[in-house]
């Protein structure tokens, strides 16, 4: 038995004044995942447990089938681990992103203390950009903060994404953080690292001598003023986020017997994947934008259980979660029209083909709704759609939120998803 899981990050949404009063499921042209779910199961999952919230390292490992509550410690731990990083058991790992700040989404762009959070990604910045910024920074640090510089240190990710990890005496476990992506539109300066502890103390000043330093730093890099005559959006700013420690989590292959593999741009799946003991496959094209390869990720896809050896691959798109953050509706719904015909088309096919080889099964859902009017993660319980070698469909004539809930199926605890549908809904 193969199967096939296909993640529309943040595909999930409310209906939009854009569309009519549809959301972007229900707008998008998807005759594949209409065909799939008249004759599958389809319902909703709750991918976001109590006391979490709503975001990829939370939902992306329930639906992988591991309970947030007892393995998420943290998201940057996660996406150190697709990295190759090698934390100890003591080190703090955190997320720093690049991001835009300033009056508007217009601009001007500047960073003082009545500036508001722009772009999370900014202005989804290249990775040589990027590592430049860095770069200038990190040597800045060591020559001004020596003692910091030796204890914290910074990984290069893809685009806006980065990796710091901190060595030293610090803890930061009664600390909060906040994705900037939570808050697009509202002042930075009310989302900075914070603690009622005073014990915290040196910690904050820490992560704010970094933060106020890459302030400097990028407001004078010309890397910086390149990007703003190209009418591109500036880095003004290391945003530093989502820390924990490294997790412990039992390999997905000794929990049910199938060797994964993972296909995505992003890190933090990637990291999921490694510590499930999944293998990530590099699939050359393959972006976290609408500019992505979907038909090779497609292709990648089939070929990985088809002839590639093996029992289930995850395949990870990011782009409509990057859409709805910038509010972008028409690229969300091309991007959910793409998954459908370069993704999910091809997959529709392989099943036909392999239900004469074995078995086939495919689970379709988005891990979030990301919405476009909010340009933020919402914690709705999500449309997902399973069919497949010995899975009964239930009545659903399409795949969209509105019909998902039209089933009546829930699935309360989004981290039993997975056993269900390993076993064909049989309970």
Known sequence: MKHIIIIPDGGGDKPLEQLGGRTAFQAARTPNLDAIARIGTVGVAKTTPPGFEAGSDVCSMSLLGYDPAVYHT???????????????????????????????????????????????????????????????????????????????????????????????????????TTPPHAVPGESWRNHVPRSEKTADAESLAALEALRALSVRVFAEHPVNAARVRAGKRPAT?????????????????????????????????SGIAAYMGWDRLH??????????????????????????????????????????????????????EAIDEKVVGPVRAVMER????????????????????????????????????????????????????RTGLVVEHGHELMGLFLKGFSR
Request: with cysteine.
């Open 74 to 176: 943290g998201r940057a731990p996660l996406e150190a681990a697709s990295l190759g990083l090698k934390p100890t058991e003591t080190d703090w790992i955190f997320r720093l992103n690049l991001v835009t700040t300033g009056a508007s989404v217009q601009g001007p762009y500047h960073s003082g203390d009545d500036a508001l959070m722009i772009d999370h990604s900014a202005g989804t910045i290249s990775d040589a950009e990027a590592r430049e910024l860095l770069a200038a920074l990190l040597s800045r640090f060591a020559a001004e903060h020596p003692t910091l510089s030796a204890q914290m240190a910074v990984t290069p990710g893809v685009s806006y994404r980065n990796i710091l990890i901190d060595s030293g005496p610090r803890a930061y476990g009664s600390i909060v």
């Open 283 to 336: 699939v050359p094209g393959v972006t976290s934008y609408h500019d992505t390869d979907y038909a090779a990720q497609g292709r990648a896809a089939v070929d990985a259980v088809e002839s590639g050896g093996y029992d289930i691959v995850c395949c990870h798109v990011e782009a409509p979660d990057e859409a709805s953050h910038q509010a972008d509706w028409k690229t969300k719904v091309a991007a959910i």
């Open 237 to 269: 700013m290391a945003w530093l986020w989502g820390q924990g420690k490294k997790p412990s989590m039992p390999s997905f292959q000794s929990r049910f017997g199938l060797r994964g593999a993972m296909i995505t741009a992003v890190d933090l799946l």
């Open 354 to 405: 392999l239900e004469r080889q074995g078995g086939c099964r495919v689970l379709v859902l988005p891990d979030h709704y990301t919405l476009v009017s909010t340009r933020k993660h919402d914690a709705t319980p999500v449309p997902f759609l399973a069919a497949g070698t010995g899975i009964g469909r239930n009545g659903a004539g399409a795949f969209d939120e509105a019909e998902a809930e």
